[in-house]
């Protein structure tokens, strides 16, 4: 049987725009609309195969039903541009997928629906229909069934006959009646004001349509009732007439005009290409297709390895496709030059001694795609990797940050090139993931390092375009190196001292579970929201802050706005942080010591924060929380991994508010870090107009709190909440504030300007971050990215300014052939052990050469602090 498929346009772009976060391309055009729609376009292909399909869009505002009631949708929010910007792009994938979508004046998609689905009826078709829309289940038959999206786009609920049965109790053709008596608000359907969808389904089950609902108006209980109908019958009436879809619409497409073609796929990948919807290209053609197009790569696969096949410069690809990459086992090799393409198995390449000098050839030129990963692999298996002078992967980054992915074959789809297939459709994705055949895995890699070769040059020139080469060579590239080189020699940690730490946090635990159940005179779990929530509205009687679903809200946030309330409080609270540092911390970092090494061995992400922080990961430990005596004393536990070795740590003084100091210009917050003075309390000087002796510690705590939350953008409510007071109080301090460093405010004033003109911010060395929703007509989006416009430029640089010291400190460190360790990076801080020997010169040294690393206005400070442990280090 024949199967028509038909799509309600605007209610789907609709429900995908609503259900998606703003999403946007690297030119700013937003896609999430057309994504949403274009998934669920895809679903209904794959899932219903139809034989003919037709997608029907609203014409315009006015229809035939304004002439009856010209309140008609009247009540409807004005379509967001950022929607109806997405509506062409929309019609453009239609057009790809060879799929027929019309509109007509004077009608809404419902009549084109309603008179097509009459249409093939009578062709004896089956039909589908798709919307959010609950009006379209009037069109529910034998052969018509109405399928309304649920929640997002994709989860979907199907409606025939019996399924409207089983939700309403009424049959399709009643759909009507129901709109009629209880109206529908977002038509602006009136229907009869005090009915709603209870009362007039309990109606129509005993009369059946408006029409005898309102003879039999004297049948009817209820004196209220009686006299609504009574007053209101014309309404009703003309409210299911309105509700009524026509099915007679004079459009000239026909059922055999709306035939499912053949469409190009090479128009469809182009325009999935152009809009980034690269997740979408890998299940529109499962790979398959696209292996299919690629050009014939030709390639020698090698046994044994010889100089000639390893110039200068080579694009080299070692591939580890596990996410934890430490002694993770090489699938392959491949290595793409002007003397040709060449695959190896990782036992070739580890067993050549002609590979492993190649490699730590300073002089042998290399281009990588996450160089660190490639290092660290060959770390482990005791090759050694220099000359690395192009990363694709860190090019890529900087070029755009806010991309959502810097796989090898999206960076070559934004190149305009089509050379390597995703690692998804050769590997398969979560639980289908597989190592491919021999022959498969070796084109894949050679495609990589072909793609690595060829488009090194063209995204060098974009970097040099927007001023970052200086940043890409001098900072990143060497800074990845260093970062392979840290987490390959990890961080010892004494899992004794860890175990330790365990068995008093459990002894806390247990003593502060004990304090709680005696405060509130009963057991319970603690644990437990819905047990907790009486315990502390119910039966200790506090004032109830926020309500769920499921009850009483007993978050982190509610519980800190009860503290003074009952001595409970700050008991459970102290516990939920203790419970923290024992599951997340203790046992947590137990699991990650390595076997053999004793060493935690981190994972530093260079490539994924949009400001250039680095973070950290498997496991976390910038992370670790120091604000508890017992949070800190996990540093405890990170100890040197040599006898006689000590742990020197050093981090930068206040080093956003610096950067602050000299990007705008303020004299005032200068004077502060010339003069060596304590900024807050500078700042408190100025914003109170008192002398440095009669500075009260609250004033110093509310100058530090708009010192740090200037930059973020701080609002007067966000102010009142760190502080504790009004929202007027807080703005008449932010305006103190910048009343007292009048260039501070000028900077955010341009720097906002700047972005608007731009469309990007950049730190001082030239890294940037693209706003496409600094011009947003949202409110929120633009508030959002004004903020990230002011603060992305001092995060950013303070960022940029900890990478350079890393860099110039391990320059340092080899030109004085010190055996000192760069071990961790944690925020502004670094960390090394060191030997005894060298102890005095690296207390010297490291601050020394932290504070030369870049020229300010104002001078850096970094202090210097040394123990046997992390934890005395500070």
């Known amino acids: 049987m024949s199967k028509l498929v038909l799509i309600d346009g605007n209610s789907i772009a609709y429900r995908a725009f609503f259900a998606l976060p703003l999403l946007n391309n690297d030119k700013g055009v937003y896609t999430n609309a057309v994504y949403g729609f274009t998934t669920m376009l895809l679903k209904v292909l794959e899932e219903e195969k139809p034989s003919h399909i037709l997608v029907a869009f609203d014409a315009g505002k006015t229809t035939f039903r304004h002439e009856t009631y010209d309140e008609y949708k009247s009540g409807r929010q004005k379509t967001p541009t950022e929607l109806s910007e997405q509506l062409p792009l929309i019609r453009e994938i239609l057009d790809a997928f060879e799929i027929t979508h019309t509109e007509l004046p004077n009608y809404e998609a419902d009549d084109i629906i309603g008179t097509l689905s009459q249409q093939a009826e009578k062709e004896n078709m089956e039909i589908k229909v798709y919307t959010g829309d609950k009006d379209l289940l009037q069109l529910v038959s034998d052969k018509t069934t109405v399928v309304l999206t649920k929640k997002g786009i994709t989860n979907v609920e199907a409606y025939g006959k019996k399924e409207i049965e089983d939700r309403y109790g009424i049959t399709p053709e009643q759909i009507v009646d129901m709109k009629g008596l209880m109206g529908d608000s977002s038509d602006n359907i009136p229907g009869v004001p005090g009915v709603g969808e209870k009362t007039a389904l309990k109606l129509l089950k005993e009369y059946g349509t408006v029409e005898k609902v ?283 001292q860890l175990n330790q730490m365990g068995k008093e946090l459990d002894e806390k635990l247990e003593t502060l579970e004990k304090e709680i159940y005696d405060l509130a005179g009963t057991t319970f779990n603690i644990n437990s929201p819905k047990q ?237 971050r693209y706003l496409p929703e600094i011009t947003s007509k949202n409110f929120n989006r633009r508030s959002f990215a004004e903020r990230t416009a002011m603060n992305t430029p001092i995060q950013g640089t303070a960022a940029d300014i900890i990478k350079k010291a890393m860099v110039d400190i391990s320059k340092a460190l080899d030109e004085k052939s010190l055996m000192s360790r760069l071990l961790l990076q944690v925020h502004d801080e670094l960390i090394f052990e060191v030997p005894e020997s060298e102890t005095e010169e690296m207390k010297k040294l490291v601050p020394e050469v932290m504070e030369q690393t870049i020229d300010l206005e104002v001078p850096l400070k970094a202090d210097v602090a040394y123990g046997p442990t992390w934890y005395d280090a500070k």
Not at 567 to 572: F, G
Not at 625 to 646: C, D, M, N, T
């Open 214 to 496: 309102l003879e039999s108006i004297d049948q009817i209980s209820g004196k209220k009732m009686k006299e609504r109908l009574e007053e209101h019958k014309q309404q009703a009436l003309m409210s299911k007439d309105l509700a009524v879809i026509y099915r007679e619409v004079p459009i000239d497409t026909k059922l055999e005009n709306v035939t499912t073609k053949e469409y190009d796929t090479e128009k469809i990948t182009s325009l999935f290409k152009e809009l980034e919807f690269q997740s979408l290209m890998n299940r529109f053609d499962h790979g398959e297709e696209t292996k299919q197009k690629l050009e014939d790569i030709e390639f020698e696969v090698v046994d044994t390895v010889t100089e000639d096949m390893l110039q200068s410069p080579s694009s080299l690809v070692v591939e580890v496709p596990e996410e934890n990459y430490h002694q993770a086992s090489i699938w392959g090799i491949a290595i793409v030059n002007n003397q040709g393409r060449y695959y190896m198995t990782s036992e070739t390449a580890l067993r050549s001694e002609v590979f492993h000098e190649w490699a730590k050839d300073e002089t042998k030129e290399k281009y990588m795609f996450d160089t660190k990963r490639g290092v660290v692999a060959l770390g482990w298996q005791g090759v050694d990797i220099n000359g690395v002078i192009h990363d694709m992967l860190i090019a890529s980054y900087l070029i755009d940050p806010s991309l959502s992915s810097h796989e090898v074959a999206d960076i070559v789809t934004r190149q305009g090139e089509q050379l390597v297939h995703t690692d998804d459709a050769v590997y398969g994705k979560g639980a289908k993931r597989h190592r491919p055949s021999e022959e498969v895995l070796s084109e894949h890699l050679v495609r990589k390092a072909e793609a690595i070769y060829k488009l090194k040059q063209s995204l060098e020139d974009q970097l040099i375009e927007n001023d970052q080469f200086q940043l890409f060579t001098e900072l990143e590239m060497p800074l990845s190196l260093i970062l392979g080189k840290m987490e390959t020699t990890g961080v010892y940690v004494d899992e004794e």
């Open 532 to 768: 907790l929530g009486p315990i502390l509205f119910e039966k200790l009687n506090l004032p109830v802050i926020k309500k769920t679903k499921t009850g009483y809200s007993t978050a982190a946030d509610v519980l800190e706005k009860l503290e003074g309330t009952h001595d409970i409080i700050p008991k459970l609270l102290l516990y939920r942080q203790v419970s923290k540092l024992k599951s997340t911390y203790i046992e947590g970092l137990l699991k990650v010591i390595h076997k053999d090494t004793n060493k935690i061995h981190t994972m530093f992400n260079q490539a994924i924060t949009q400001t250039g922080r680095l973070s950290s990961t498997e496991p976390n430990l910038q992370n670790i929380p120091i604000r508890l005596e017992e949070g800190r004393r996990i540093r405890k536990a990170f100890i040197p991994s040599e006898e006689g070795w000590s742990i020197v740590s050093a981090d930068y003084s206040q080093i956003e508010l610096r950067v602050l100091a000299h990007i705008s210009g303020d004299e005032g917050l200068r004077e502060a870090f010339r003069k060596n003075m304590d900024v807050h309390t500078k700042t408190a000087m100025d914003v109170f107009h008192v002398s440095e002796d009669e500075v009260t510690d609250n004033m110093r705590r509310s100058a530090k709190a708009v010192n740090f939350g200037i930059v973020y953008g701080i609002s007067d409510y966000g102010l009142s909440q760190s502080l504790g007071i009004t929202r007027k109080e807080a703005q008449e301090f932010i305006d103190k504030y910048l009343d007292s460093y009048p260039k501070v405010r000028e900077y955010m004033d341009t720097i906002k300007e700047e972005a608007r003109e731009k469309g990007y911010v950049t730190t001082l060395l030239h890294r940037r």
